[in-house]
């Protein structure tokens, strides 16, 4: 009788979930991923949306913890160590909580991800990581609908991780040791050097205004190596940004020759503008 029990209630658990109809989700899951520098940044969120319905001071109430989205507390995971408005955040998975105000509000980083809400028995200020305050902008000039997460104004070293709900916009800086995680690759990549290690080595040193005179030594070793338009395009590049403007003329038109030889017009095209620039920077002859 016991089995016979069993194999109904089963049968009816069954039926159940087949009967069930899918249906969208009022705040749908969604996860926004940027790399910053070399970090990988991804923020996982519950996306409300506005529907005739005043947020921030109402639905959103003032003052108080907010989990940052619905359903569960937004979750936001760092590759690597960075800085959040010049607070340490070693690389980890973190809750975003949130205490929204009309002049400022609170940023929370915490360290427990478990946690459905903010109520006592699911968020423990002693297990917060770093707290800071930024200023709203309440006049933002589009009204969005659904909470929005985006990561704005990026540079190889920072960048700002922006909320977005209806008439408000909430900004806070990340930066990342780019230059250090850069300079530690390059270290151990010359134990095993190759054209490309040259090449890339010598390009991060022009674009990032580091020592020229190295730049150049490794980029002369690249092209020993091999002998390429877009190698020698650079070596022109960190002659010209040395002002030895009729070497950097030399060594454009050779990247420019090789380029030709390669059927690359946009490097004959870019060479040949350097040239005219660089040729009107020459000392007029006498």
């Known amino acids: 009788m016991k089995k016979i029990t069993l194999i109904l209630v089963v049968l009816a658990t069954a039926n159940i979930a087949l009967a069930q ?9 969604s996860t926004v991923t940027q790399k910053i520098g070399l970090t990988e940044v991804s923020i996982t969120y519950s996306r409300p949306s506005k529907k ?7 639905l959103v109430a003032y003052d108080r913890m907010w989990r940052t989205g619905a359903n569960a507390s937004t979750k ?10 010049g607070h340490d955040v070693p690389a980890g998975e973190y809750a975003l909580y949130t205490i929204p105000g ?21 968020y423990k200020e002693e ?11 309440n ?14 104004d990026i540079r190889d070293e920072q960048c700002y991780i922006e909320l977005l709900w209806e008439n408000t916009q909430v900004r806070f800086i990340m ?21 490309a290690t040259y090449y890339q080595s010598a390009r991060y040193y022009l674009e990032h205004d580091k020592d020229l005179n190295q730049a150049l030594e490794w980029i002369n070793l690249a092209i020993e190596e091999e ?15 040395m002002e030895r403007y009729q070497e950097a003329i030399e060594s454009a038109e050779y990247s420019k020759k090789l380029a030709q030889e390669a059927g690359n017009e946009h490097y004959v095209d870019i060479n040949n503008l350097s040239i005219t620039e660089w040729t009107a920077k020459l000392p007029k002859k006498k």
């Open 175 to 195: 930066s990342t040791e780019v230059d250090k995680m850069v300079m530690d690759d390059i270290s151990e990549k010359m134990k095993g050097v190759t054209a």
């Open 52 to 58: 005739g319905r005043k947020i921030f001071g109402e």
């Open 227 to 241: 002998q390429k338009f877009w190698i020698v395009r650079q070596k022109a590049l960190i002659l010209a940004k």
């Open 139 to 152: 006049k933002y000039p589009v009204t969005v609908e659904s909470l929005t997460f985006n990561f704005t």
């Open 21 to 29: 109809i899918k249906v969208p989700q009022p705040s749908p899951l």
């Open 102 to 122: 009309k002049d400022k509000w609170t940023i929370v980083i915490h360290k427990n991800t478990s946690y459905w809400g903010t109520g006592e028995s699911s």
């Open 76 to 85: 936001i995971k760092i590759a690597d160590d960075v800085k959040i408005e």
């Open 127 to 137: 297990e917060d990581l770093v707290r800071f305050d930024v200023i709203p902008n």
